[in-house]
């Protein structure tokens, strides 16, 4: 049965990047860590990633006292060069990792114009969105690849699930619109989404999986029984695969078969690869002129007429903006059973429960 | 009624070539440049690209002849830093202009491991994995994003035709296997294959286009009646959307409804935009352990085990590298519509028919 928003709980963002960090402290991540992951995860609940923020908490907090990633983790430059960098995460929190990753990129990219920063020996980040953003403050634009932390999709034709969804995701500042953010899978439905259909006992509709013989699926408990489906068939296939063959192979860091099951494992290390490239507007044109010119771009799409069944058209990245908006005013919603498994995880941290 | 291939007459690649050259040096275009050009569109050809290569040929001469594209261009940088440049064609082909950026992007990215070189003043260039593949001979990585030269695409749930198919091509080198090389419109079908159905009398399957009333349009003689449909929906518009602004607006080139629609006007200036991306593979890792990195995620793609109605996984780039093959042996299949157009051409040119 689907829950309703008036049988959640709301949460000020406040309230959980406190509790987060609490929570990471309890089992000895030091402040300042806890503090950085903390604001990113807290952030994913604030813009509607309700799939990439809170709701993880657990589970990062199994795999770090399972030593599956390494609570203390000596992030460092593997390789350099003036236009690009290749980090090591010493397996840390993909969050700190991608941080890290991220104002490097930022950083190179004020003197090169552009820089591309890689990762491997990280792990789960969160939702790209987060880090695609990160250049936005500097005026730059920012583009993020990951390898997923599960392989769901075979290659098109096939049935052995080789690939993960790797997500891209871009973000581009306008002048008075909101920044223009893409975040998403290359498969139809992202795994998250799937897993979060699960939590809130809901159905998926059909087009998001289909079982090994290639009906659909669309019960999320059963969702080990099949895969995703890429965007376009063949299209987002080769779209995962090239992107995983940048974020992964080339960084050093697991792509294919060699991807660990992170649902599945808490021990391996996933040695999962990203990437992040900051692009310096300032290098390629006037700052205002082309924030104005993104800001005519986002005007035209929005006032295009519409076909049956739309009431507007929407700009990627609008949505979540005004969901932080929203959630900003009247905080952040929460299921009865991520709230339970919460207060569980406060019993077990000896930590101030949620309230 | 769809022709057969033993109806088709077969040509050299150098045939191809060669005619190509001399009906660009009949309007007056140098040696070199010509003989530049000639040598990407013939490569599209024997690539299997039919709807990008000598097919184009009639539709650049009128264009050049009527001055919409510059004959004699000074294509130069315009802004630069170590990892990025801002290359204006100037108006000129778009075969020039991208091969100087791609030269030049390679140049660059010897020294800075990464960079990004964009255009502005360019004009359509061909298929996008051409560009996306001249890095390879440097063992590099290529990835190329091009403004497409009409709108198709309408912002999702809207009508008006606001957006380009935006094709990305990222090529990546393998050890014994050939190059992975994805090359891929962000709609479901490019609008090129629209034209080579239409030209071969083909009917168009279901889901590549949809008339203004959302209803399948699968006569490709009716295509200016509706508009493309994008790959997963809404996001392979917000893709299309921020490769635009990427490929258009970051380089101070034409999107959106700045875009001049190519098929239907030979005279104003398209300022087409393009980026390249270059990427040193020497910068992030030893060359042959990522070359054979690559043939192992390739063949365990192949080794996949199949769905019903597939005989194997392919890889993209498979094919293509294939037909290459088939057709540097037994020649470019022409179908007799096409020739005769080039026949016109060369009557009209006077220069030596292809024969």
Same mark, same amino acid.
């Given at each position: 049965m689907k829950e309703t928003l008036a049988q959640s709980r709301f949460f000020k963002v406040e309230k959980l990047e406190a509790f987060i960090k609490t929570a990471f402290m309890a089992i000895d991540m030091s402040e300042q860590e806890a503090g950085i992951i903390?604001?990113? #995860?807290?952030?994913?609940?604030?813009?509607?990633?309700?799939?990439?923020?809170?709701? =993880?908490?657990?589970?990062?907090?199994? =795999?770090?006292? !399972?030593?599956?990633?390494?609570?203390?983790?000596?992030?460092?430059?593997? =390789?350099?060069?003036? +236009? #690009?960098?290749?980090?090591?995460?010493?397996?840390?929190?993909?969050?700190?990792? #991608?941080?890290?990753?991220?104002?490097?990129?930022?950083q190179k990219a004020k003197s090169n114009g552009v820089a591309w920063v890689g990762t491997k020996y990280s792990n789960h980040a969160g939702p790209a969105s987060l880090y695609a953003k990160i250049p936005l403050k500097d005026d730059m634009i920012g583009l993020y690849v990951a390898i997923g932390n599960a392989n769901h999709l075979p290659p098109w034709g096939g049935t052995e699930m080789l690939l993960s969804t790797n997500p891209i995701a871009i973000a581009?500042?306008?002048?008075?619109?909101?920044?223009?953010?893409?975040?998403?899978?290359? !498969?139809?439905?992202?795994?998250?989404?799937?897993? !979060?259909?699960?939590q809130r006992g809901e159905e998926m509709p059909e087009g998001w999986m289909v079982d090994r013989q290639g009906k659909p699926l669309t019960d999320p408990n059963r969702a080990e029984e099949g895969f995703l489906l890429p965007i376009g068939g063949y299209k987002g296939y080769g779209l995962a695969l090239l992107l995983g063959l940048l974020a992964g192979t080339l960084n050093g860091a697991a792509m294919g078969k060699d991807v660990v099951d992170w649902n599945a494992d808490d021990v391996s290390v996933t040695n999962t690869g990203q990437f992040i490239v900051a692009i310096s507007i300032e290098s390629f044109a006037?700052?205002?002129?082309?924030?104005?010119?993104?800001? +005519?771009?986002? =005007?035209? #799409?929005?006032?295009?007429? !519409?076909?049956?069944g739309f009431d507007k058209v929407q700009v990627p990245g609008e949505q979540s903006f005004a969901k932080k908006q929203e959630r900003t005013a009247n905080g952040i919603p929460m299921h009865e059973k991520l709230f339970q498994s919460l207060q569980n995880l406060a019993s077990e941290l000896k930590i101030e429960p949620l309230q």
């Open positions: 903390a604001e990113l #995860m807290a952030d994913a609940d604030l813009n509607g990633v309700d799939s990439h923020g809170i709701f =993880r908490l657990p589970h990062y907090i199994r =795999r770090l006292k !399972t030593g599956g990633i390494n609570l203390h983790p000596e992030i460092k430059v593997e =390789r350099e060069k003036s +236009g #690009m960098a290749l980090v090591n995460g010493d397996n840390g929190m993909g969050h700190l990792v #991608m941080k890290y990753a991220a104002d490097l990129a930022v581009v500042p306008a002048w008075e619109e909101a920044p223009v953010v893409l975040d998403m899978a290359t !498969t139809v439905s992202a795994y998250g989404k799937v897993k !979060t259909a699960a006037e700052i205002e002129t082309f924030k104005r010119a993104v800001d +005519g771009v986002v =005007r035209s #799409m929005q006032s295009s007429p !519409t076909l049956p």
